[in-house]
């Protein structure tokens, strides 16, 4: 079984992010607060509860070298959160949107980091000594639509996000002050704050999750068509793959290595990508057991009972308990699973565990161990 | 596979996309004549994205997809020689089809949509929706 551990936090779970040392997680449960448990002796404890937002938390890092969390949240704020003796204390971060924070994260070396708004801005916020605040310095231009997803290139500097206007745009954003020009000519350091470097129209409906791949050569974002989109050699001359799948749309992925992908979506069962030798990316497999019924079609008990009054005759199997409302299509998740997070080290190049997080509630660790035939696509 | 950076741009004025599918239509006819049932499909969804916001283009275009669609018999033969690059467009027709209300239509479009929905997945139906830019 590639879940190792599942637990049922609540009733629904937007976002989650682990504790350095992986013995706590921070999750919020669809309201106002973040709720911090602590793993003691195989039993989670409840450790924290973080109340400051006034509307739903939408996004949760943690960094793991400084130890700081921060929070984005619809009240279009963000709080950035120190661990000072015994207890979270908040520091606002006054991003200036007028409008919902959707996501955010860390930059790798965690003296940034990016939120992603439905103002159709971008904010860039980093920590001004001498005024002892986060300052938050915003791109205004270039999307059209809101910025579900952004992820940082491992060279601190580059940000790739993507938007429900269906483009992924990669910019540079770079600040004085807070990073070093590189002295390799012709790098990304040699573009200013802002800046756009790329856009991917590759896909016709919204686009959500985004990720770099260890290295930062490939880019993998989602779209809601149920396709995902690999992009190599991100730069002027990029080499893009669209890969269009059976199921239902990602909303998240994560590149565990150079070469395999993990995406999560509405099919609430993890579905793990690869690309061969020749570079051309492909669907692998499922990475949980799959319910299927004994006689009906492939796509799961929840269709089934609706397809057979569709196509108007009784053939597929029917529930003797009439209209079925379990939502079991992937066995683990019962329901769209909304993030994704890697459980690794920092910066690490190969990745064999991570996590889930999804509208059902629960969070699931997810390990390759035991996955041999996946063991060696990495 | 390079990237597009342009916005949707009109390929074609109106009267060159309408002669060819004028075109198209009688290639089509012609094949459904030879009882050649599959390719007659082919050829009336080939030629897409026909690039264009023009209405006129997409009827024209619908009528001949349409009278293809309706002369289809043997599912199965069909499913075992179309290409799945097929797959999308054909899924973006027969919702075309779903929505005229009309009875037969309605009947043999959702005869093909099971069949289609069995072999191309649900990811095939969530393409013809989640794209509002190329629609038929």
């Not at chain 1, 959160?81 to 070396?109: D, F, H, K, M």
């Not at chain 2, 001949?64 to 499913?79: C, E, P, Q, S, Y």
Request: charged share 20%; with cysteine.
């Amino acid at each position: 079984m590639a879940a190792v551990a599942v637990h049922q936090f609540a009733p629904c779970i937007t976002c989650h992010a682990w504790s350095p040392d992986r013995s706590m997680v921070a999750f919020c449960p669809n309201n106002s607060e973040v709720h911090i448990y602590k793993l003691s002796e195989d039993k989670w404890e409840q450790a924290h509860i973080l109340q400051k937002h006034d509307q739903i938390v939408s996004g949760i890092d943690w960094s793991s070298r400084a130890n700081r969390i921060v929070t984005v949240s619809h009240d279009r704020n963000s709080y950035v959160w120190n661990y000072e003796g015994s207890e979270w204390v908040p520091t606002l971060v006054i991003l200036r949107l007028n409008r919902a924070a959707l996501c955010v994260q860390w930059s790798p070396q965690e003296n940034k980091f990016a939120v992603g708004s439905g103002a159709k801005t971008v904010c860039i916020c980093y920590y001004e000594q001498e005024n002892n605040w986060w300052v938050s310095k915003l791109i205004r231009k270039r999307h059209n639509s809101s910025v579900t997803s952004v992820a940082w290139h491992p060279n601190n500097i580059l940000l790739a996000t993507t938007s429900t206007d269906g483009k992924c745009r990669v910019f540079s954003t770079f600040i004085k002050g807070v990073d070093t020009r590189d002295s390799k000519a012709g790098s990304s350091s040699d573009s200013k704050f802002g800046e756009q470097i790329l856009q991917l129209d590759l896909s016709f409906s919204w686009a959500f999750g985004v990720n770099w791949s260890p290295s930062g050569n490939t880019l993998a974002y989602v779209g809601h068509s149920s396709t995902i989109y690999f992009v190599d050699d991100v730069g002027p001359s990029p080499l893009a793959q669209n890969v269009a799948f059976r199921d239902l749309p990602l909303r998240d992925v994560l590149f565990i290595s150079e070469k395999v992908v993990i995406g999560v979506g509405f099919d609430c069962n993890p579905m793990v990508f690869a690309a061969d030798e020749s570079g051309m990316w492909s669907f692998v497999r499922f990475l949980g057991e799959r319910k299927t019924s004994s006689t009906g079609p492939k796509y799961g008990s929840q269709f089934s009972e609706a397809f057979g009054k569709l196509y108007g005759q009784s053939k597929h199997s029917i529930n003797n308990d009439g209209i079925d409302n379990s939502r079991q299509r992937g066995g683990v998740h019962e329901n769209c699973i909304t993030c994704i997070v890697p459980l690794g080290e920092a910066g690490s190049s190969t990745i064999t565990r991570f996590s889930t997080s999804g509208l059902d509630g629960k969070v699931v660790i997810w390990d390759l161990e035991s996955q041999q035939d996946l063991l060696e696509y990495l | 596979m390079m990237v597009v950076t342009d916005d949707f741009v009109e390929a074609d004025n109106a009267e060159a996309i309408i002669s060819r599918i004028e075109h198209k239509s009688r290639k089509t006819e012609s094949l459904l004549k030879q009882s050649k049932l599959v390719e007659a499909l082919k050829t009336a969804l080939e030629g897409w994205p026909p690039n264009t916001r023009d209405e006129r283009c997409k009827s024209a275009n619908w009528i001949v997809v349409h009278r293809a669609i309706m002369a289809m018999k043997d599912l199965d033969a069909l499913f075992s020689s179309l290409d799945p690059e097929y797959y999308n467009i054909l899924m973006k027709y027969l919702y075309r089809g779903l929505s005229t209300g009309d009875r037969p239509t309605c009947d043999q479009c959702l005869r093909i949509h099971e069949r289609l929905t069995e072999r191309a997945g649900l990811g095939c139906i969530l393409r013809s929706l989640a794209d509002t830019t190329n629609t038929v």
